[in-house]
């Protein structure tokens, strides 16, 4: 065994100018538990993660309480186990400086700790971890040197430091995915590996035990592909969960009984795939079985028959039982953020599953606002069942409520508008809804997905897809208009039936180069207007215009010089003023690395020439959390003011005077919704179903 240094790291958080941070640590853009542990009835502790910190979450018999995690951005924590409700180690990886290293951090039962680096590999990612006392863990996972192929590796925490366990490594590479501890000399640790060459290569499930001083390999059921699950109730029996086949692609389960394997056969519908825990040799629960859209969860009790449970529960990542009467399942429900998740439980009570939700998410996506005292918005949230659903919300000039129900989907590219208090419409996916001042009516579907939505009269409206012909609303129907030339859309305001001006970016000339786009509306046809060349990549985000007194675009672009990140351009009727906006900017969706359209300001409202509002938030790269931008023009020039936070996610504003604008959005899962009086903002209490 080869004994592990411990060094310290220290990450520090990055403010922009003109923003308010979230201070807070909660989940990221989207993010969902991995893990979860239940070391008595009545506490678990759940852990995961997923665009931003890392995320974990303590059940106290009755209800979750998210809990504050530390790590860097992009941190993920795999799994979990606790020796007691204050005694847990949680496991899992981070990026620091290109390289993949392991996250570690214990929880004391009030907080959590970091734990120091381990220094096995270049890198090195950390799956699962059992604790079999308070004062001995096993971690386990795989990682590699810089050209070398996947180790399959393990680790041990004795409190103070770790020590390196040298696990038998068979075949060309291995990767370790489970494991589980009955005793301190005995663990079973699940995987696969890697034998033969070239096109010869062949995938074998694996599983090794512990003895407390050695590995050593155990075969495996025939044809097994990978063992990704493993719960080891005694020392003479475990049950493991995988694939098996040519590529894996049928669902294993199998019980290990000291002398070998025992193949199962799979339930209807397979709900024997995914995580496993067992309470004792005749008793296991598994989750991850999934058949039209609905998840399923099953028991063995020993021989070779399962009983199967419909969950109506997303959560089907993870699961520990504490008894045959109480198990909690863990994973993710579907966000109402495009392509994200939550954190989402379901707790076994030896009869039924519950759904569980371990966290809110509430969001206003798009604001109108008519008058000072009259606000229509627009947004969703993820119910007690994990299922997202649309939300509306009026502002009556001291408050916000709900306002009749929304029968319809809603998403973050939700478009609205509204000329008066009985006329607005909102557009979301393909549907169309028209609000009456007390309930919405369905409206003839448009031909494409509108995504930006003005309307100047009730029979009046103008929509247009991100990519594809503009939409006229005239009252009954929707008509297809062509731009002169194709761009991808981002806004569109229109001030009359005779004007409207359309903005987006378009690349001429391919890839890498992005350039702002404009179009004008004179009531018939599209027509381009010559935006001037700023950066090899930028684009517009919004516009606003006012009857009369021109048009105001904003956008960002990344190497456009003083017009970077952030910029504005007014039109005067006849040619764009190219102008300076402050505020910082970050990255796109993770891994895209992109600036165009996904941070910076998003949304901007006009009253007159002389009086714009512009919102918009960014991810800081360093601390995983959302700044927001908050800029006023003055006629002059663009200024930063300060916003009352929480922040990380003003997304829409709409102003009615100088002295009044509302913005909405999401900041740490709740609605975030706040008014400027022209002087300053402040933050309003909004409802969070």
Same mark, same amino acid.
């Given at each position: 065994?080869?004994?592990?240094?411990?060094?310290?790291?220290?990450?520090?958080?990055?403010?922009?100018?003109?923003?308010?941070?979230?201070?807070?640590?909660?989940?990221?853009?989207?993010?969902?538990?991995?893990?979860?542990?239940?070391?008595?009835?009545?506490?678990?502790?759940?852990?995961?993660?997923?665009?931003?910190?890392?995320?974990?979450?303590?059940?106290?018999?009755?209800?979750?309480?998210?809990? $504050?995690?530390?790590?860097?951005?992009?941190?993920?924590?795999?799994?979990?186990?606790?020796?007691?409700?204050?005694?847990?180690?949680?496991?899992?990886?981070?990026?620091?400086?290109?390289?993949?290293?392991?996250?570690?951090?214990?929880?004391?039962?009030?907080?959590?700790?970091?734990?120091?680096?381990?220094?096995?590999?270049?890198?090195?990612? =950390?799956? &699962?971890?059992?604790?079999?006392?308070?004062?001995?863990?096993?971690?386990?996972?795989?990682?590699?040197?810089?050209?070398?192929?996947?180790?399959?590796?393990?680790?041990?925490?004795?409190?103070?430091?770790?020590?390196?366990?040298?696990?038998?490594?068979?075949?060309?590479?291995?990767?370790?995915?489970?494991?589980?501890?009955?005793?301190?000399?005995?663990?079973?640790?699940?995987?696969?590996?890697? *034998?033969?060459?070239?096109?010869?290569?062949?995938?074998?499930?694996?599983?090794?035990?512990?003895?407390?001083?050695?590995?050593?390999?155990?075969?495996?059921?025939?044809?097994?592909?990978?063992?990704?699950?493993?719960?080891?109730?005694?020392?003479?029996?475990?049950?493991?969960?995988? @694939?098996?086949?040519?590529?894996?692609?049928?669902?294993?389960? $199998?019980?290990?009984?000291?002398?070998?394997?025992?193949?199962?056969?799979?339930?209807?519908?397979?709900?024997?795939?995914?995580?496993?825990?067992?309470?004792?040799?005749?008793?296991?629960?598994?989750?991850?079985?999934?058949?039209?859209?609905?998840?399923?969860?099953?028991?063995?009790?020993?021989?070779?028959?399962?009983?199967?449970?419909?969950?109506?529960?997303?959560?089907?990542?993870?699961?520990?039982?504490?008894?045959?009467?109480?198990?909690?399942?863990?994973?993710?429900?579907?966000?109402?953020? =495009?392509?994200?998740?939550?954190?989402?439980?379901?707790?076994?009570?030896?009869?039924?599953?519950?759904?569980?939700?371990?966290?809110?998410?509430?969001?206003?996506?798009?604001?109108?606002?008519?008058?000072?005292?009259?606000?229509?918005?627009?947004?969703?949230?993820?119910?007690?069942?994990?299922?997202?659903?649309?939300?509306?919300?009026?502002?009556?000039?001291?408050?916000?409520?709900?306002?009749?129900?929304?029968?319809?989907?809603?998403?973050?590219?939700?478009?609205?508008?509204?000329? @008066?208090?009985?006329?607005?419409?909102?557009?979301?996916?393909?549907?169309?809804?028209?609000? *009456?001042?007390?309930?919405?009516?369905?409206?003839?579907?448009?031909?494409?997905?509108?995504?930006?939505?003005?309307?100047?009269?009730?029979?009046?409206?103008?929509?247009? #897809?991100?990519?594809?012909?503009?939409?006229?609303?005239?009252?009954?129907?929707?008509?297809?208009?062509?731009?002169?030339?194709?761009?991808?859309?981002?806004?569109?305001?229109?001030?009359?039936?005779?004007?409207?001006?359309?903005?987006?970016?378009?690349?001429?000339?391919?890839?890498?180069?992005?350039?702002?786009?404009?179009?004008?509306?004179?009531?018939?046809?599209?027509?381009?207007?010559?935006?001037?060349?700023?950066?090899?990549?930028?684009?517009?985000?919004?516009?606003?215009?006012?009857?009369?007194?021109?048009?105001?675009?904003?956008?960002?672009?990344?190497?456009?010089?003083?017009?970077?990140?952030?910029?504005?351009?007014?039109?005067?009727?006849?040619?764009?003023? =190219?102008?300076? !906006?402050? &505020?910082?900017?970050?990255?796109?969706?993770?891994?895209?690395?992109?600036?165009?359209?996904?941070?910076?300001?998003?949304?901007?409202?006009?009253?007159?020439?002389?009086?714009?509002?512009?919102?918009?938030?960014?991810?800081?790269?360093?601390?995983?959390?959302?700044?927001?931008?908050? !800029?006023?023009?003055? @006629?002059?020039?663009?200024?930063?003011?300060?916003?009352?936070? #929480?922040?990380?996610?003003?997304?829409?504003?709409?102003?009615?005077?100088?002295?009044?604008?509302?913005?909405?959005?999401?900041?740490?899962?709740?609605?975030? $919704?706040?008014?400027?009086?022209?002087?300053?903002?402040?933050?309003?209490?909004?409802?969070?179903?």
């Amino acid at each position: 065994m080869i004994l592990l240094a411990a060094s310290g790291l220290s990450i520090s958080p990055a403010v922009a100018a003109g923003g308010s941070t979230d201070a807070t640590s909660l989940p990221g853009l989207s993010s969902e538990f991995n893990g979860v542990a239940c070391p008595t009835t009545s506490f678990c502790l759940a852990v995961g993660g997923g665009t931003g910190n890392p995320v974990s979450a303590a059940w106290n018999g009755t209800r979750w309480r998210l809990l $504050a995690t530390p790590g860097p951005a992009g941190a993920i924590l795999q799994g979990v186990a606790c020796a007691s409700p204050s005694n847990c180690l949680g496991v899992g990886y981070q990026t620091v400086i290109g390289n993949t290293l392991p996250f570690t951090a214990s929880w004391d039962g009030l907080a959590w700790h970091l734990l120091p680096p381990i220094r096995a590999l270049p890198t090195m990612l =950390l799956f &699962g971890v059992a604790c079999p006392t308070a004062s001995q863990c096993i971690a386990i996972g795989y990682g590699s040197t810089q050209s070398g192929p996947n180790q399959a590796v393990a680790v041990s925490w004795d409190g103070k430091s770790w020590t390196a366990l040298s696990p038998v490594l068979p075949g060309n590479s291995a990767i370790f995915y489970g494991i589980s501890c009955a005793s301190m000399t005995f663990c079973m640790a699940v995987g696969t590996y890697e *034998t033969g060459q070239g096109f010869g290569l062949v995938d074998q499930g694996l599983a090794e035990t512990w003895n407390g001083s050695a590995w050593t390999q155990v075969t495996v059921p025939a044809n097994s592909v990978d063992v990704r699950r493993v719960s080891c109730p005694d020392t003479t029996t475990c049950l493991a969960t995988g @694939g098996f086949g040519d590529l894996g692609e049928s669902p294993l389960a $199998a019980v290990w009984q000291s002398t070998g394997w025992t193949t199962l056969p799979q339930p209807s519908p397979p709900a024997a795939t995914g995580a496993v825990s067992c309470v004792s040799a005749t008793w296991c629960m598994t989750v991850g079985g999934l058949s039209r859209g609905t998840s399923f969860a099953s028991v063995w009790t020993g021989g070779t028959s399962w009983r199967v449970q419909t969950m109506s529960s997303p959560a089907r990542l993870a699961i520990s039982c504490a008894s045959t009467r109480a198990c909690m399942a863990a994973g993710g429900a579907n966000a109402i953020t =495009l392509e994200g998740t939550v954190p989402f439980a379901a707790s076994w009570n030896g009869s039924t599953w519950t759904p569980q939700r371990a966290e809110q998410e509430d969001a206003l996506w798009a604001v109108s606002c008519f008058g000072r005292s009259a606000c229509l918005s627009v947004g969703g949230f993820v119910g007690r069942a994990g299922i997202s659903q649309p939300m509306t919300q009026s502002w009556n000039g001291a408050r916000w409520r709900l306002a009749g129900p929304a029968h319809f989907f809603l998403g973050p590219r939700s478009a609205l508008s509204c000329v @008066g208090r009985s006329f607005c419409l909102v557009a979301s996916g393909v549907g169309t809804n028209r609000w *009456t001042g007390s309930r919405w009516l369905r409206m003839p579907r448009p031909p494409t997905e509108i995504v930006a939505l003005s309307c100047a009269t009730r029979t009046f409206c103008m929509g247009a #897809p991100t990519d594809g012909p503009s939409l006229l609303w005239n009252g009954s129907t929707w008509r297809e208009h062509h731009f002169s030339s194709p761009f991808d859309l981002t806004g569109l305001s229109c001030t009359r039936p005779s004007w409207c001006l359309a903005v987006g970016g378009r690349n001429p000339n391919g890839p890498p180069r992005y350039s702002p786009a404009a179009e004008a509306w004179n009531g018939s046809r599209w027509r381009v207007l010559r935006v001037p060349s700023l950066g090899s990549t930028s684009t517009f985000n919004d516009v606003s215009c006012v009857r009369g007194q021109g048009c105001m675009a904003i956008g960002n672009a990344d190497d456009a010089g003083r017009y970077s990140p952030n910029f504005a351009a007014r039109w005067n009727g006849r040619k764009w003023r =190219l102008l300076q !906006v402050p &505020g910082g900017a970050g990255i796109g969706p993770p891994g895209t690395g992109s600036l165009i359209g996904t941070s910076g300001p998003t949304s901007v409202s006009c009253t007159s020439a002389g009086q714009c509002v512009a919102v918009g938030n960014y991810l800081d790269q360093l601390t995983g959390r959302g700044v927001d931008i908050t !800029v006023v023009w003055n @006629g002059r020039s663009w200024r930063a003011t300060g916003s009352p936070g #929480p922040g990380g996610g003003l997304s829409t504003v709409s102003c009615r005077s100088a002295a009044f604008c509302m913005a909405v959005g999401e900041a740490g899962l709740l609605v975030l $919704a706040e008014r400027w009086n022209g002087r300053r903002w402040f933050r309003l209490r909004a409802v969070n179903p």
